[in-house]
């Protein structure tokens, strides 16, 4: 027997538990893992609060990633206790996911861990700093370069914006973070190597299709009308890599930004991502991400405390990443 978060519903209502539950529990998979560490990101916090419509079917394990051993394997490409780090592909959604001491999944949906790496690091990266450098990778792809100009991050305190922030600093970029609290945030921001800290009303546009260029790239993790501004202030040949839809699926922008500034929107999915491409961005993260990037931008709780830091993820209370500890 071993403990797990679990989530059932009653009603309408979700209600989250840590009970113990055995291996005959988890679900069907090539590769049995201890985890050792999971991570709480915005789509966990929905699902734990009932807030989304996250879950697919109950009860069900959250947790969209995780680090740990590898217990057991059918497939060749892994061995009892090697290091492993999983990330997306419906878990802790349509699968169980990391938030238990144990939890059974596709050979496909793992990596093995970098060197240099551990639980702990993996964690604080998560399937928010994997998206944060596939979205990054996007903008070097696409030809934004250190002298192209200033590159905005939008929900710049998130799990995805605080990796990017790093990330394009270190890179020697000039960022610019964009947020909803610079009261709060602006600090740990200017820490993480912005060199501006916007607050989100400073993006805003008269509804305009096209504005005074400012950004030679964008990351943006929000979506809606704040990647519209985005687009329209984005500067000629510009590259805009949007991953998120924490403000909703509408777009309210027209083809402008695309025709007449040849503005390019990349859509980023950490899911839909070739095994040696993660393995790639991977390398890369603990490659460029400073020892102070773990301390500063996270926080590590126990699996009793998800439900109370879930509510608060959901409400805008959160920054940087959290560590679940099994």
Known sequence: MFNALVLNQEGKATI??????????????DVLVAVDRSSLNYKDGLAVTGKGKIIRNFPMVPGIDFA????????????????????????????????????????????????????????????????????????IDGGVTTDSGEVLVTGASGGVGSVAVTVLSKLGYNVAALTGRVDQNGELLKQLGATTVLERSELEADGRPLEKGRWAGVVDTVGNTVLAN????????????????????ALPTTVM??????????????????????QQAWDKLIELLPESFYTQATETIDLAQVPQYAEAITNGQVTGRVIVKM
């Open 68 to 139: 740990g051993t590898v217990i057991e394997s059918a497939d060749e490409r892994f061995t009892a206790g090697q290091q492993v780090i999983l990330t997306g592909w419906g878990v802790g959604e349509r699968h169980w996911g990391g938030m238990a001491e144990k939890a059974r999944v596709k050979a496909d949906w793992l990596v093995p861990m970098p060197q240099q790496c551990d639980a702990d690091k993996a964690m604080a990266i998560g399937t928010a700093g994997l998206t944060a450098m596939l979205c990054v990778q996007a903008l």
């Open 257 to 278: 930004p695309f025709i007449l500034r040849n503005v390019r929107l990349q859509g980023i999915d950490s899911v839909m991502c070739p095994v040696a491409v993660r």
């Open 230 to 249: 985005a687009l329209a202030q984005t500067d000629y040949n510009g590259v805009v890599a949007a991953c998120g839809l924490a403000g909703g699926f």
């Open 16 to 29: 989250a538990a840590v009970t113990q539950i055995d291996e005959s529990q988890l679900p069907q998979g």
